[in-house]
T-cell receptor
């Protein structure tokens, strides 16, 4: 069966520090992968998506970046965090028929 | 105008009640429609897909009206465990088939 992992589960980082969140998928190959963010009191916002290794599309211009170094690995990064980067970060993938499944998420608090 | 709009609620209903959630979408080229459920501080999970002919899964019934660009979810015989946020989700052909989320409707079922 397919599973999706994210780590860390929670993170507290000071403003200006770097960020690296990792997402990996098991049990499939060449999945479409997505990063979403859910800020407090707001809906889920698509940040990046990737249809293959090295292929990244950005939906929202900001101080975040994404990379896909391996087929089943998707990384979200920042060089300098802002207070507004706080939120619940979710990685998702499509097994088929457009349904998406989410990883357990990383709750980031920028202080 | 936001692409997917929902009444945020909260909806407070007693056990056994029937409750209906509505959702509208603005992109007439939208292709796929879903309801997701999100428990507090957890990732969203697929509840059901929504088809033009309407579909039912136990106590849950989903309807789609493409002409009006309107989606609904009906929950019959509410249970305490139905308390959650219900997210209306639309997929369009752009953005790599990423999900467009409404902000969600909060449901609290009380004894």
């Amino acid at each position: 069966s397919q599973t999706i992992h994210q780590w860390p589960a929670t993170l507290v980082q000071p403003v200006g520090s770097p960020l690296s969140l990792e997402c990996t998928v098991e049990g499939t190959s060449n999945p479409n992968l997505y990063w979403y963010r859910q800020a407090a009191g707001r809906g889920l916002q698509l940040l990046f998506y990737s249809v293959g290794i090295g292929q990244i599309s950005s939906e929202v211009p900001q101080n975040l970046s994404a990379s896909r170094p391996q087929d089943r690995q998707f990384i979200l990064s920042s060089k300098k965090l802002l207070l507004s980067d706080s939120g619940f970060y979710l990685c998702a993938w499509i097994p088929g028929a457009y349904e998406q499944y989410f990883g357990p998420g990383t709750r980031l608090t920028v202080t | 105008r936001k692409e997917v709009e929902q009444d945020p609620g909260p909806f407070n209903v007693p056990e056994g009640a029937t409750v209906a959630f509505n959702c509208t979408y603005s992109n007439s080229a939208s292709q796929s429609f879903f309801w997701y459920r999100q428990d507090c501080r957890k990732e969203p999970k697929l509840l059901m897909s929504v088809y033009s002919s309407g579909n039912e899964d136990g106590r849950f019934t989903a309807q789609l009206n493409r002409a009006s660009q309107y989606i609904s979810l009906l929950i019959r015989d509410s249970k305490l465990s139905d308390s959650a946020t219900y997210l209306c989700v639309v997929i369009s052909s752009n953005s790599g088939y990423a999900l467009n989320f409404g902000k969600g409707t909060s449901l609290l079922v009380t004894p």
